[in-house]
T-cell receptor, first 115, second 110 residues
Framework: GAGVSQSPSNKVTEKGKDVELRCDPI?????LYWYRQSLGQGLEFLIY????????KSGLPSDRFSAERTGGSVSTLTIQRTQQEDSAVYLC?????????????FGPGTRLTVL | GENVEQHPSTLSVQEGDSAVIKCTYS??????FPWYKQELGKRPQLIID?????GEKKDQRIAVTLNKTAKHFSLHITETQPEDSAVYFC?????????FGKGTHLIIQP
């Protein structure tokens, strides 16, 4: 079946512009996660959704970052007034539930470059 | 929150030899420990995982061990092959999401 998809695959933007990154989870997966991977770094957890709800936004790096999920499916991560330090690969993952031990499947990521 | 330490950062082994990557975690409440393999420019792919109710799990050439008392877990790859070359990440599941180690760049020397 179809895996997690993300769009765009690459995004180049100018400093100060807003960007929207999209994630389509695996059909039927209720849990959705956003991570960020900076060049040569590990993966940093940003936020998760159970259904449409994101109980804890404290992992987001700053108030310029926001995320939403509608219809229990597609999620968008929005970065306002982008800065050069926002340049990274943004990865989305989904799992069947938020049971804590369900496998997370990753999307291909969106490579964001802020000039 | 959870803190995961991973060692070594780079590991070079001869083809056919074994490779071992070690991770420690800080939150005793963590109960799920996956390992991901990431090839250059690609998404992380789950290769094996272990839940806290078992101490060891094997899948062909790959095995993971978990010591809950010491709060560490390890990945073992036997009979390494060139296609094993990649970056490997350990992770621990805590309240909200996975906390990852910094990764180990595994290099298989021919």
């Amino acid at each position: 079946g179809a895996g997690v998809s993300q769009s765009p695959s690459n995004k180049v933007t100018e400093k100060g512009k807003d960007v929207e990154l999209r994630c389509d989870p695996i059909s039927g997966h209720t849990a959705l996660y956003w991570y960020r991977q900076s060049l040569g770094q590990g993966l940093e957890f940003l936020i998760y959704f159970q259904g449409n709800s994101a109980p804890d936004k404290s992992g987001l790096p700053s108030d310029r970052f926001s995320a939403e999920r509608t219809g229990g499916s597609v999620s968008t991560l929005t970065i306002q007034r982008t800065q050069q330090e926002d340049s990274a690969v943004y990865l989305c993952a989904s799992s069947f539930s938020r049971g804590g031990t369900d496998t997370q499947y990753f999307g291909p990521g969106t490579r964001l470059t802020v000039l | 929150g959870e803190n995961v330490e991973q060692h070594p950062s780079t590991l070079s082994v001869q083809e056919g030899d074994s490779a071992v990557i070690k991770c420690t975690y800080s939150d005793s409440a963590s109960n799920y420990f996956p390992w991901y393999k990431q090839e250059l420019g690609k998404r992380p792919q789950l290769i094996i995982d272990i839940r806290s109710n078992v101490g060891e799990k094997k899948d062909q050439r790959i095995a993971v061990t978990l010591n809950k008392t010491a709060k560490h877990f390890s990945l073992h790859i036997t009979e390494t092959q060139p296609e094993d070359s990649a970056v490997y990440f350990c992770a621990a599941m805590w309240a909200d999401g996975l906390t990852f180690g910094k990764g180990t760049h595994l290099i298989i020397q021919p």
